[in-house]
């Protein structure tokens, strides 16, 4: 796990980029990895969680259900929406730059960290996805550093993948390994009739995985998060596990 700096920094990298994307894209332009929104409903939808996440924190509100449309505000036109998206990603970053580390407030997902450092996790990768996006607008992407990478990675198996909403369920047990040829950090997934479970490992060991999967953390933490294909990965064994993984997981928060 990264540390609070390390978290904030991105987030504040990454709502840059996403911003001079949009700025540069306009708000009519199609999204390939989102292809129900325009950039407009990309911005509209992160400026609205990081408003909504500032004030969770900032009020440490237990129940996310207390939110309110006066913590929000009005919703902005198309000449104001990207400067409306900077306004909140800075208020946000220095939300959690502020917060009391001790600040007990709502969050979500296994094992899950103080919720301070949770929601500077949370918000650098929801930030970072969005970035793809973004970006796809204009046929570029940025990439990850492989340490980001490999946090978003494991936030993703250890956080998301067992929760019991995913779809991700095979009648037959089938492993996944996911080992980045640029960091020592490797995780076994195992999926079945029950929510996965996932390892992280000190010893890699392709003999315990249906299907192993390298290539570097950024090109990795994409494909797992449906953001790209998974042509630039080396694959080994059963490629199908990796499908069932890609299509069990697939996060929605429209």
């Known amino acids: 796990m990264l540390n609070i700096d390390q978290y904030l ?6 709502s840059a980029l996403l911003a001079a994307a949009a ?3 306009g708000p009519d332009a199609a999204l390939p990895p989102c292809p129900e929104w325009v950039m407009r409903d990309l911005v509209l939808h992160i400026g609205e969680v990081q408003r909504w996440c500032g004030a969770l924190v900032r009020h440490a ?8 449309e006066e913590y929000l505000g009005a919703l902005p036109g198309d000449d104001d929406l990207v400067s409306w998206f ?32 949770f929601w500077a996790r949370r918000q650098a990768h929801e930030v970072a996805m969005h ?8 046929g570029r992407d940025t990439g990850f550093t492989a340490d980001m990478a490999a946090d978003g990675i494991d936030e993703l198996l250890t956080g998301f993948a067992p929760r019991k909403r995913t779809q991700l369920r095979s009648d ?3 492993r996944l390994l996911i080992a980045p040829d640029d960091t020592a950090a490797t995780w076994l997934v195992t999926i079945s009739d ?3 479970v996932t390892k992280r490992l000190a010893v890699r060991s392709a003999a315990d995985a249906d299907c192993t999967v390298g290539g570097a953390s950024s090109d990795i933490y994409e494909a797992l998060w449906n953001r790209q294909g998974t042509e630039r990965l080396g694959i080994a064994g059963d490629a199908a596990v990796l499908a069932l993984f890609r299509d069990g997981v697939q996060i929605r928060w429209s």
């Open 86 to 117: 900077e306004d909140g990603a800075r208020a946000l970053t220095a939300t959690l730059r502020s917060a009391d580390p001790e600040l007990r407030c709502f969050t979500f997902l296994e094992d899950a960290p103080a919720p301070r450092l």
């Open 23 to 25: 700025r540069e894209a």
């Open 131 to 138: 970035r793809v996006d973004a970006e796809s607008a204009l």
């Open 9 to 14: 920094a991105a987030l504040q990298s990454d």
């Open 61 to 68: 509100l237990m129940n996310p259900a207390e939110q309110t």
């Open 194 to 196: 029950q929510p996965a």
């Open 172 to 174: 037959v047990p089938r």
